[in-house]
């Protein structure tokens, strides 16, 4: 998804540290293995339909959001009744219309506080955008400080632009920030933390945060059943992209190592695999099958099950490059190769 106004293209986040791939070496001198990770891999509930990642309403865009005209910069030649905060809000944009070198995100710094209807919301919407479009999370941060408000914001849109990494940054440092309706739902997509889902729909009533929290909570609880793990849904109806996302949520949910077996994990590799719309499926389902690998001491059938599996993924719409080489490596393991990285 691309900007909807023109600005330089966001600098590449640094790829996230794979555990799975990293060679040790014992002290022994013996050959390097590949460390296996007891825990599961990261895995977020993000993108899991076509709207905008709420809080956000719109995607992401470097137009004002907060509306005084029609085309907005009429306002810029023709003033009418504004109050000193609005008037403020229309000369930034108007002066960054003229210079695109101004620099609008400092001066609508000054009005995230301001009483006028509508101008708060939108200045933290407009700084989102713009630092997204413009700098790495870390940089980001830095310009805009300590505010919860804004770095909501700004998960919101890294995610929609498929900047998870910087995405995962800003969301490290809402962790420890004030319950707020937003910030939590942000926290259980990113950490899968479904604990937090428990108390958010009678907090918040019928607010659109309650409601996002309650599509949640259904999407966790047909994934729990899905395993046989307890958990209904009545009272909300999930579309296609949702029913798939719960076969990824089930996955994640089955994955315990100390009742895990070789088979379990090629079960949770075959669930994984049947939602790759999910943003972190593919990893989930390489993991398992890497995960059925060293549980096995490299059993010839369990071998030949992980490279069908591996090779019925090469064949799926929706895989991602940066897996190319870890489903290349399933798909050409033998007993040989296994007992030799493992």
């Not at 259904?218 to 994934?223: K, N």
């Not at 040989?336 to 990285?341: A, H, I, L, S």
Request: glycine share 4%.
């Amino acid at each position: 998804m691309a900007l909807a106004a023109c600005g330089g293209k966001p600098p590449q986040p640094v790829p996230s540290v794979d555990l799975a791939e990293q060679p040790i070496t014992s002290d022994a001198g013996a050959a390097s293995t590949r460390i296996f990770a007891k825990d599961p891999p990261p895995f977020r509930l993000v993108r899991l339909d076509h709207t905008p990642t709420f809080p956000l309403t719109g995607p992401p865009s470097l137009e004002p959001h907060f509306r005084v005209a029609s085309p907005w910069y009429l306002a810029c030649d023709r003033r009418g009744r504004l109050d000193d905060d609005a008037l403020l809000y229309v000369e930034a944009w108007c002066a960054y219309r003229k210079d695109p070198h101004f620099d609008l995100v400092r001066a609508l710094m000054s009005l995230r506080a301001t009483r006028t209807k509508g101008i708060g919301d939108a200045v933290r919407r407009d700084i989102a955008n713009h630092l997204g479009d413009r700098f790495v999370a870390d940089e980001a941060l830095r310009l805009i400080g300590p505010d919860d408000e804004v770095e909501t914001m700004l998960v919101a849109v890294y995610v929609d632009l498929d900047r998870f990494e910087d995405a995962d940054i800003v969301i490290r440092s809402l962790a420890d920030s004030g319950i707020g309706c937003d910030r939590e739902l942000l926290l259980v997509r990113f950490a899968f933390d479904v604990d937090r889902l428990q108390r958010l729909p009678g907090i918040y009533g019928n607010s659109a945060c309650a409601n996002v929290a309650r599509q949640l909570s259904c999407l966790v609880d047909e994934a729990k059943e899905l395993v046989d793990q307890g958990g209904s849904c009545e009272q909300v109806s999930l579309d296609e992209d949702q029913r798939i996302a719960t076969r990824a949520i089930a996955a994640r949910l089955s994955w315990k190592h100390e009742e895990s077996s070789p088979a379990h994990m090629l079960d949770i590799a075959h669930l994984a695999t049947s939602a790759l719309a999910v943003h972190d499926a593919e990893e989930l389902a390489l993991s398992a099958l890497d995960s059925a690998l060293w549980m096995t001491s490299c059993d010839p059938d369990i071998v030949a099950a992980v490279q069908v599996s591996a090779s019925r993924l090469q064949t799926m719409d929706g895989t991602q490059e940066r897996f190319d080489d870890r489903r290349k490596r399933l798909i050409e393991m033998t007993v040989d190769k296994c007992r030799n990285t493992h």
